[in-house]
């Protein structure tokens, strides 16, 4: 069992080793009847001895800390933390032990700890920070969102607490609206040990160089970093049955007994940029070296000289015509703690120039990392600094018309709340690896992703828009914005389907059927990313008889047509244009109040007035006839009418007579406001041929 699962019982054990062995001491000093001076200076000696002991032990692990190992530094300041008393000095090591957990990439430790150093009022704001981080790697985003807010009310002006709580949020979001990418674990490249940053190294994708810190024949030295070896570029190829190698580590000149990793190649995989980590005399950091491949090896590598010896110059990313490097390094002029780099030259034959930033759009307060060059231009990245679902996003760039970036979370489940990093592309397809230290062990491992091919289709039925029933028969023509026009013919289901829609398009669909006027819907495919089957269902209405058209008003006693009565008309002219072989009648209605002179007048104006909107709106006049038919044509009640008016009975004509014999002026009212509508009729339906 570990220690750190024994945490509460150290509170009250401070100093029982030292008082055991003290206890023991003065009863072997009584039995011996020595002075009692001479227990005081034993004693004192013993003390002292301890408090020596104790403050080496603090000593070497902070040393430890100090210089980033880690690994070693959890393990001597466990180890120390036994024998300290001091209150606020056991709260600085609950702390730097929770950090280094946290650095080694194992938050269900690092959430632990930190606990601990929130809950013993750990003084520095930063406690509460650093436990969201971890609380999010562990997804729990609730109480991350707590520690963000707390951290934001104590230092408002960092960034990092609003970039927290916006975090949590997003992080939700993605999770219950993955993107439709598919990750599989790639068993076959994985070990116990840490496997990361694959690269592919043959232009038909068969080869795969990736970095591991698994055993292996060059040196079995333990890292004081990770507590693991050092790592080493591996290679591994697919055969024609699609199975992969068992990696091995490069022959020749490339791996060394420190580490080496994050390869990345030409456009025609004759070149190899690598980090390597190798302490020689005149380099004491991790620095970026080239090799080129001569027949079926590599050349002894070249460092490229970056940054000063003692800077840090990693994860090489070539473009792939070798004209653009970046890299990561933490050189002077950096925004967070590492940040995307940039060198360029003329020609393969040029020496590099100066290094730039990628500015403030790539790089953050936090870490920037793993960069990978499409050959598109895009570049993906892995940040703690951007909005995230947790450690290390990955993220994709690309650069707008003015020469900013737009910077885009690749979201879930490409991210996880895990470490998310070294991503990359086959060319022309959303296809390749990534790195993730999901799952239970938090061990880097690496993934396959693709994205599925998005499968676009459209069908439904046509119905009679009255009684709602199919209508066998019927012709669906397709016509798409790409210049696509496809017809069927419904058969005797009334079903229509329409595949392989392509993206980006705007869709037509119009029904028709002899008797009916044809109607449209329409469908957009822009935008979508996963497949998907589109519903058309498509209502058509039969011309048999006259079709009342809702919603037009005029004032009292005028014709002119009030504003809300166009929305109504400009349905009207799109169904005129969707029939370009119908001439309609427009007909108005008045009820039987007032003089008939006067009502036949107003009611022709009016009908004029609806041929005039739409002669307005681009139908032709030859296609309009305007008749006002006063109250001579009084409406007959239909089942839509009589549900609901329960006083009208289905069939019934509403004549002034029958009106009369209503038994409330708000009935009569009521049926008057029904006769007065506007109707049109199809009266021919081969205009233009």
């Known amino acids: 069992m570990h220690l750190e699962e024994h945490f509460g019982s150290f509170y009250y054990m401070e100093n029982s080793c030292k008082?055991?062995?003290?206890?023991k001491l003065i009863n072997y000093i009584y039995k011996m009847r020595i002075t009692t001076l001479s227990v005081c200076l034993v004693l004192f000696i013993l003390s002292t001895s301890v408090l020596n002991a104790q403050s080496r032990r603090i000593e070497r692990a902070n040393q430890a800390y100090e210089e980033g190992e880690y690994n070693r530094a959890v393990e001597l300041l466990r180890e120390a933390y036994s024998s300290v008393n001091d209150f606020e000095l056991r709260s600085e090591m609950i702390f730097r032990i929770a950090r280094s957990y946290y650095k080694l990439r194992n938050p269900r430790q690092a959430e632990m700890w930190f606990g601990h150093a929130v809950n013993r009022n750990y003084p520095d704001p930063l406690v509460h920070l650093y436990y969201g981080e971890v609380l999010k790697m562990n997804e729990k985003y609730d109480e991350a969102l707590e520690q963000f807010e707390i951290f934001s009310e104590l230092v408002p002006d960092d960034p990092r607490g609003p970039n927290g709580i916006e975090s949590c949020t997003l992080a939700i979001e993605w999770m219950d609206n993955p993107t439709p990418y598919v990750i599989e674990d790639m068993k076959f490249f994985n070990s116990r040990y840490r496997d990361y940053s694959p690269a592919f190294a043959k232009e038909d994708y068969s080869?795969?160089?990736f970095t591991s810190t698994r055993e292996n024949d060059i040196s079995d030295d333990i890292h004081g970093v990770t507590g693991e070896y050092f790592s080493n570029i591996f290679?591994?190829?697919?055969?024609?049955?699609?199975?992969?190698?068992?990696p091995a580590p490069l022959d020749g000149?490339?791996?060394?007994?420190?580490?080496?990793?994050?390869p990345s190649f030409s456009g025609d995989y004759t070149a190899m940029y690598f980090t390597s980590c190798r302490v020689t005399r005149e380099v004491s950091g991790c620095q970026i070296f080239v090799t080129n491949r001569r027949r079926d090896r590599w050349e002894r590598p070249g460092r490229l000289e970056l940054t000063d010896d003692t800077l840090i110059a990693a994860h090489p990313a070539v473009s792939p015509n070798e004209l653009t490097l970046y890299f990561v390094s933490d050189m002077p002029g950096s925004y967070g703690e590492k940040d995307i780099w940039k060198v360029t030259r003329r020609s393969v034959q040029d020496s590099w120039g100066e290094p730039e930033n990628l500015g403030p759009e790539i790089n953050t307060t936090g870490n920037e990392v793993f960069p990978f060059v499409h050959p598109d231009g895009t570049i993906y990245f892995s940040s703690d600094g951007h909005p995230g679902m947790g450690g290390l996003d990955i993220f994709k760039a690309t650069k707008n018309g003015d020469g900013s970036w737009n910077v885009r979370n690749m979201g879930y489940p490409v991210n996880s709340p895990a470490d998310d990093f070294g991503i990359v592309f086959e060319k022309d397809t959303e296809r390749g690896f990534f790195t993730s230290n999901r799952g239970r062990m938090n061990i880097d491992n690496i993934y396959s992703f693709h994205l599925p091919p998005v499968v676009l289709n459209a069908g439904g039925v046509v119905t009679d828009r009255d009684s709602g029933e199919p209508l066998p028969g019927s012709v669906v023509t397709m016509v798409g914005s790409d210049g696509t026009i496809m017809e069927m013919d419904t058969g005797d289901n009334a079903r229509f389907r329409f595949t392989m829609l392509r993206p980006d398009v705007e869709y037509i669909f119009l029904a028709s059927q002899d008797g009916y006027l044809t109607e449209r819907v329409s469908v957009s495919?822009?935008?979508l990313e996963r497949s998907r089957e589109f519903e058309v269902n498509i209502a058509i209405q039969s011309y048999e008889k006259p079709i009342e058209l809702p919603n037009i008003f005029y004032d009292f006693a005028m014709w002119d047509l009030r504003p809300e009565s166009k929305?109504?008309?400009d349905r009207l002219v799109q169904t005129l244009k969707n029939n370009p072989n119908i001439v309609i009648e427009l007909a108005s209605h008045t009820d039987s109040r007032g003089g008939r002179e006067f009502n036949l007048e107003l009611s022709q104006k009016?009908?004029?007035s609806v041929v005039n909107y739409l002669i307005e709106n681009g139908i032709s006049p030859d296609r309009l006839v305007a008749k006002g038919y006063a109250d001579s044509s009084p409406k007959v009640v239909d089942e839509e009418i009589s549900s609901e008016h329960s006083f009208l009975p289905e069939g019934q004509p509403l004549t002034e007579e029958f009106i009369n014999t209503l038994p409330t002026e708000e009935q009569r009212e009521a049926a008057h406001q029904i006769n007065r509508r506007t109707e049109f009729s199809v009266i021919r339906d081969d205009y233009g041929e």
């Open 525 to 527: 495919t822009a935008g």
């Open 253 to 262: 000149n490339i791996n060394s007994r420190f580490d080496e990793g994050t």
């Open 19 to 23: 008082f055991t062995i003290c206890n």
């Open 235 to 246: 290679e591994t190829r697919r055969d024609r049955q699609g199975r992969w190698s068992d």
């Open 567 to 569: 929305e109504a008309l």
């Open 606 to 608: 009016r009908a004029q």
């Open 207 to 209: 080869v795969v160089y």
